[in-house]
């Protein structure tokens, strides 16, 4: 009688040792995840919105009476219905915001017959920090539009056009790339006025916006943004330096302020050019995609009226390669302000390179009302 033969064992399939190889893993990270939810504070998730904050108590605004609230996606966006004491001043004083957070008159999302809409879409150019509400150039856009529908009221084909200020201080082309899709949706504007670069080569840390903010990745990006072992690993790359002044909020604020003038070269541009540009094409499709012309808008500093560097010319260059590349409108700012000579460079605001007072405000809503217009 023949010995019963061995039989071999059963070999498993590749997707099952790799599976059965994985759970050891995923045990580790949990434990890792675990333990940085131990040392990891909720409020370390929301460090760029920390950033902000401290920035504008440093500049002079009062602790707990900012005008932003945290945004997961975007880091910060106005508060709604913000009116401050007009005591405090053109730049911490007066309607901040409507309803809907801009800064803008009352409007309605339901009432769209018979209405245009102009989106006014950028940073603290847009916002027109440092100037009175109806100051800002989106406002008194605004009004050189109702004096013409005035003007034209025997025209029964006119319509009203509304103009949205949707301008928030501090905001980066990252920050524009990630709420302009939900402004399109909501407002279905005609014309989309993007204003951007002022503040995406400012300098806060060793890290990018995009590092602050979710994975690209859209399944894992939910998990990618809440993991704060990933913000432990990322906060390892901000150096001694930055890091001991970041301990101390008021030297890191300072520091951080002196950037927007005269950066530190260590530490890292919230976005780069090339990231920049990409931000201003994906924009731009988004406007497409929602049939709303874009327009950019090139900002003029200071410093280039007069012959000093800045770091925003680069910016600047960019802004109208994308405009000649994809074919949009460009309102280039720089040259009307540097025709006007020393005129134009007393419509800076004081210790400031970037913001306006009203007539240079005033000068920016004419160039657009002329673009719209056409």
């Known amino acids: 009688?023949?010995?019963?033969?061995?039989?071999?064992?059963?070999?498993?399939?590749?997707?099952?040792?790799?599976?059965?190889?994985?759970?050891?893993?995923?045990?580790?990270?949990?434990?890792?995840?675990?333990?940085?939810?131990?040392?990891?504070?909720?409020a370390s998730i929301a460090k760029r919105f920390e950033q902000i904050e401290q920035i504008i108590v440093h500049l002079g605004n009062e602790p707990g009476e900012s005008i932003f609230q945290s945004d997961p996606d975007c880091f910060w966006r106005l508060k709604p219905n913000v009116v401050a004491p007009e005591e405090r001043g053109n730049w911490w004083g007066g309607m901040m915001s409507n309803s809907h957070g801009m800064r803008s008159r009352e409007v309605s999302v339901e009432e769209t017959r018979d209405k245009r809409r102009i989106l006014c879409f950028g940073d603290s150019t847009t916002f027109a920090f440092g100037v009175d509400f109806a100051d800002a150039w989106p406002n008194q856009l605004q009004t050189l539009l109702d004096s013409d529908l005035t003007a034209t009221e025997v025209n029964t084909s006119a319509q009203a056009v509304e103009v949205l200020n949707a301008g928030i201080p501090g905001q980066t082309s990252y920050q524009g790339r990630k709420r302009l899709k939900a402004e399109l949706e909501k407002w279905h504007p005609q014309f989309t006025i993007i204003t951007f670069g002022n503040n995406d080569g400012w300098r806060w840390d060793d890290l990018a916006d995009k590092d602050h903010g979710s994975s690209s990745f859209p399944l894992i990006g939910s998990w990618i943004n809440q993991?704060?072992?990933?913000?432990?690993?990322?906060?390892?790359?901000?150096?001694?330096?930055?890091?001991?002044?970041?301990?101390?909020?008021?030297?890191?604020?300072?520091?951080?302020?002196?950037?927007?003038?005269?950066?530190?070269?260590?530490?890292?541009?919230?976005?780069?050019?090339?990231?920049?540009?990409?931000?201003?094409?994906?924009?731009?499709?988004?406007?497409?995609?929602?049939?709303?012309?874009?327009?950019?808008?090139?900002?003029?500093?200071?410093?280039?009226?007069?012959?000093?560097?800045?770091?925003?010319?680069?910016?600047?260059?960019?802004?109208?390669?994308?405009?000649?590349?994809?074919?949009?409108?460009?309102?280039?700012?720089?040259?009307l302000f540097e025709r006007s000579g020393r005129r134009a460079i007393e419509r800076f605001l004081p210790r400031d390179v970037i913001h306006v007072d009203r007539e240079g405000n005033q000068w920016v809503a004419r160039q657009v009302s002329a673009r719209v217009c056409q």
């Not at 071999?8 to 599976?19: C, F, I, M, N, T």
């Open 1 to 42: 009688m023949d010995a019963p033969s061995l039989q071999s064992p059963r070999k498993l399939s590749v997707a099952k040792r790799l599976l059965f190889a994985s759970v050891p893993l995923l045990t580790l990270l949990a434990f890792i995840e675990f333990v940085a939810r131990c040392v990891v504070t909720e």
């Open 227 to 335: 993991s704060r072992a990933l913000f432990w690993l990322r906060s390892w790359r901000l150096p001694s330096a930055a890091q001991q002044t970041i301990n101390n909020e008021s030297r890191w604020a300072e520091q951080a302020t002196l950037n927007y003038f005269d950066p530190n070269m260590r530490w890292t541009p919230r976005v780069s050019l090339d990231d920049f540009a990409d931000n201003l094409r994906s924009m731009i499709a988004m406007c497409h995609e929602h049939n709303s012309e874009a327009i950019l808008v090139v900002w003029p500093d200071q410093r280039q009226l007069l012959d000093q560097s800045t770091w925003r010319l680069p910016y600047q260059e960019v802004t109208r390669q994308v405009a000649a590349e994809t074919k949009v409108g460009c309102i280039d700012l720089v040259p």
